[in-house]
């Protein structure tokens, strides 16, 4: 049976990765990016070049604004990106970004009668943000199917998070294996027009610290 699935797609190393999985398990892939007002506007480039050349079945980008909340340095120019590594929640975590952007992708699936989305958020090397933890990740699982008519007459949705237990180092070392090209992606949260990364960023700092570990080039392009 033809099996769809919503792919959430920013263009960076994590999300290329696991659209590169889905389709290794036969979905056929929808990407979904979001255009929310972020300071690191190049990577919806970077989705737009991944989603081609990895053979997505199609590309949608959702437009909203956050920046007329605000609340986070990549919503607000106010707040700078943090450079240096902190404690707890950084200021780069954008307030219920998460739960907004499956939300809309749970509205995309019903309409495809799709029972899959995935999703690349990790646990392992991250910032500690919290809707990418395994406790979020199924309590909207189990949201999505008490809130939804599919849900409703048993047609059960399903969250896919296959990086969340993967090292930043596993995670390009699979993704790798699977033909993904990561020189496209834009993973900095203050790249360039161009998509040139910062190299200091949090974002940055663990995209090296994978490459490293990995023992695979950095492709990356920086300033």
Sequence with gaps: MTKHAIV?????????????IAQREGYICHALS???????YAELAAAARV???????EHRVF???LTMFGGSSLTDNNIAVPEMPSEGIP???VPARNTIMLSIALAWAEVLNSKAIFIGVNAVDYSGYPDCRPDYIAAFERMANLATRAGVEGQDLHIH???MRLSKAEIIQLGTQLGVDYASTVSCYQADEQGRACGVCDSCRLRQQGFEQ???ADATRYR
Excluded: C
Aim: aromatic fraction near 8%; glycine fraction near 12%.
């Design 8 to 20: 959430l797609l920013s263009g960076g190393l994590d999300s290329a990765t696991v659209l590169a």
């Design 34 to 40: 979001f255009d929310y007002g972020q300071r690191h």
């Design 51 to 57: 989603a081609q050349a990895q053979g997505a079945a």
């Design 63 to 65: 437009k909203m604004d």
């Design 91 to 93: 200021s780069t975590y």
């Design 161 to 163: 998070a296959p990086l």
């Design 214 to 216: 990995a023992g695979i």
